[in-house]
Structures are given as C-alpha cells and as structure tokens.
C-alpha cells in the first residue's frame, strides 16, 4: 500500500499529465530529444520538517517536490515555455486539493534558465517548486 507521500506525488503527476501532449517523466533522467511541446519531469523533492500536533498524532508537511519544465524550439520558445508554465498553474488552480488528498497545493514561481546546445535550439528550463500541505498519522505511512 502506497504512503500517504507517494499518493500525494502520483496524483501530482496524474494532474499534471491532463495538460494536453506535454509529456510528464517521474523522477527520470533528462531524455536526449526534448518534444517540441516541451516536457516535465515530477522530482519528489523534500517533505521538509513537519509540525507536530498530539491530540491526535499528526505531522503536518509543506512538502516541496520540484517540477522541471523543459522547453526546446528555434522559433518562439519564450512563448511555448511561458504558455506551458500558465497551463501549470491553470491545472493546479482547478484542484489545489488533488481531489481531497491535501490540504492545499500552489505552485511557486519559475526561474527559467537559457541553455545553448550544440548543433541544436537552446533549450528554456526552469526548476517549478509546487508546495503540497497535507497531513498524516504516521511520518512512514
């Protein structure tokens, strides 16, 4: 049985795969040819310390997974990044809750990076931090 942490991560990544032909990776390496749609790749990030309330247990994460968004084109890629980067948002907008299983979940803002390569289009990147606030029984669980 998956952890509470794990759910969370694979509802993410389901929410962020209803965005249309943008391909989403879990915790993969970069692949060789980025898609002209551009790519994402789910990192689990750090749940970080929780706050702790005791009548009931419960740990209280502001989990940070880290969302890398990928974008490779010769012709208008600040455009096709800053389209892919709102349609982020737009997803996470119409269920800051992952379908009751956190409390609340927003996105924090890109700070994309130019990367020349050889031979090829530059590639647009930026590491997306998405905070997940939920709550569990049992650090482990």
Not at 66 to 77: K, M, N, Y
Not at 106 to 127: N, Q, R, T
Request: proline share 10%; with cysteine.
């Amino acid at each position: 049985m998956p952890t509470t942490r794990e759910t969370i991560l694979t509802a993410l990544a389901d929410l962020l795969r209803t965005i249309p032909h943008v391909p989403v990776l879990r915790g993969e390496v970069l692949p060789e040819r980025i898609p002209p749609v551009g790519l994402m790749i789910l990192r689990d990030g750090s749940p970080g310390e929780p706050a702790v309330t005791l009548s009931p247990l419960a740990y209280h994460y502001q989990h940070r997974a880290e969302l890398e968004v990928i974008v490779q084109s010769s012709r208008d890629r600040d455009g096709l990044f800053d389209a892919l980067t709102a349609r982020i948002g737009a997803v996470i907008a119409a269920d800051r809750t992952l379908r009751g299983l956190c409390d609340w979940v927003e996105a924090e803002a890109p700070e994309p990076v130019d990367l020349p390569v050889e031979g090829a289009a530059s590639i647009k990147a930026a590491i997306l931090p998405v905070l997940l606030h939920y709550g569990t029984n049992d650090p482990l669980a």
